[in-house]
């Protein structure tokens, strides 16, 4: 199967993370790596920061500061502690939150000096501060799950890869995968003190 103009092997075959492949051979200055790396991820990573700051030039800005840091820093990459693919769509989401909080630092401050309408609706601060505090409380609660669980997880929401993609991409059966996903939002809902 191909994914990304990749092949993958079928269930059942050896798992082979081309992602994480590339990443160690950036990491040794292979600038080919590099390229055939951006093809592969800059669609997923794009619609992924996309998703979380909705203005097409700042995502196409924050697309461009993800890959930098992948050359800057690919040798960080542990292979041992996850897949390629989970651990570029990981940074991305991070720059992408950061971005967001960034930006309403700024707002924050040029209300605070009278730049913006000072009458600002106290709601819209009280229900922006309430999402950064949900949001930090989400990703510690993602961080707390097993590996397994953690990382379908991670490639659904973060990646929006399909259950059956995601079974594709970890070698694994889609059953197990589904289970894992099940087994991790339950977790997560108890870390999160969610009662259904």
């Known amino acids: 199967m191909v994914i990304d103009g990749v092949e993958v092997p079928e269930d059942g075959a050896d798992h082979v993370d081309h992602v994480g492949e590339l990443l160690q051979r950036v990491a040794a200055g292979d600038d080919t790596a590099f390229a055939r790396l951006y093809d592969m991820m800059s669609s997923r990573v794009f619609g992924l920061v996309l998703r ?51 930006s309403q630092a700024s707002a924050d401050r040029d209300v605070r000096v009278g730049f913006r309408d000072l009458e600002a609706p106290r709601d819209d601060v009280a229900e922006s501060v309430e999402m950064r505090i949900e949001g930090r409380r989400v990703a510690e609660a993602v961080a707390a799950l097993p590996e397994a669980q953690r990382e379908a997880i991670t490639l659904a929401y973060y990646g929006g890869y399909s259950q059956s993609e995601i079974a594709t991409l970890l070698g694994s059966p889609l059953g197990t995968i589904k289970t894992r996903m099940r087994d991790g939002l339950s977790r997560l809902r108890t870390l999160m003190g969610v009662t259904t």
Not at 76 to 92: C, E, H
């Open 52 to 102: 979380v700051l909705v203005d097409r030039s700042q995502s196409e800005e924050v697309l461009q500061e993800v890959f930098l840091e992948i050359w800057q820093s690919a040798s960080k990459f542990a292979p041992n502690r996850g897949q390629g693919r989970s651990w570029v769509l990981t940074m991305a989401h991070r720059r992408a939150v950061d971005r967001v909080r960034s």
